[in-house]
């Protein structure tokens, strides 16, 4: 999946701590997706943002789950105070407009919570 | 709402059997529709796309063509190969700011 850059790949926190997973969207994209994956399950949409602005968050818990896409750098899905039902493959997405287009997919970051 | 159904996997097939998978869809609206393929431990890659009614998506020897009358999206391959065991989803897409849909996935086995 060339363009998207997910990292970490893999993230392993303990129970009670902070996840931060990162994404820089393909080159001349300026709209990013946030995914959750459950093991042997679909996709599941957790929030939309174009830079610095959040579009659409409905499927975002209200707590603990917050996302920004600031001016410069990447977007960052932060996780405060993980439990185990966090862990899951979480995966980001990018597309240059909302006019109908693909969306370009990251490899995902792998989240384990012990 | 809108929303996506897929049939329900797994479907495991033999090297070179036909395959099909269906998608059907419902929308407010005139959406895009999507076929994405994941391959283990990887990130959903695009595998075809039909942008209006009777537009056929090809790619690698799949094929899907955008049944308005049925709201379908049906996948096709007539011989698959082991390489193509994969995750399958089915998606679609409207304009101006809509996030997509995406269908559960249908997971495909393709047997020596």
């Known amino acids: 999946n060339a363009g998207v850059m997910q990292n970490p790949r893999h993230l392993v926190r303990r129970r009670g701590q902070e996840a931060r997973l990162r994404c820089s969207p393909m080159?001349?994209?300026?709209?990013v997706y946030w995914y959750r994956q459950l093991p042997e399950e679909g996709l599941k949409f957790m929030v939309y943002l174009q830079k610095e602005n959040i579009i659409d968050e409905s499927g975002m818990p209200k707590e603990r789950f917050s996302a920004e896409f600031p001016k410069e750098g990447p977007s960052i899905l932060r996780i405060q105070q993980v439990v185990r039902g966090d862990s899951a493959a979480y995966f980001c997405a990018s597309s240059p407009d909302n006019s109908n287009q693909p969306q370009h997919f990251g490899d995902g970051t792998r989240l384990s919570i012990l | 709402g809108n929303s996506v159904t897929q049939m329900e996997g797994p479907v495991t097939l033999s090297e070179e059997a036909f395959l099909t998978i269906n998608c059907t869809y419902t929308a407010t609206g005139y959406p895009s529709l999507f076929w994405y393929v994941q391959y283990p431990g990887e990130g959903l890659q695009l595998l075809l796309k039909a942008t209006k009614a009777d537009d056929k998506g090809s790619n690698k020897g799949f094929e899907a063509t955008y049944r308005k009358e049925t709201t379908s999206f049906h996948l096709e391959k007539g011989s698959v190969q082991v390489s193509d065991s994969a995750v399958y989803f089915c998606?679609?897409?409207?304009?101006?700011?809509?996030?997509?849909?995406f269908g559960p996935g249908t997971r495909l086995s393709v047997l020596p």
């Open positions: 998606a679609l897409s409207l304009p101006y700011g809509q996030n997509f849909v």
């Open positions: 080159k001349g994209h300026s709209h």
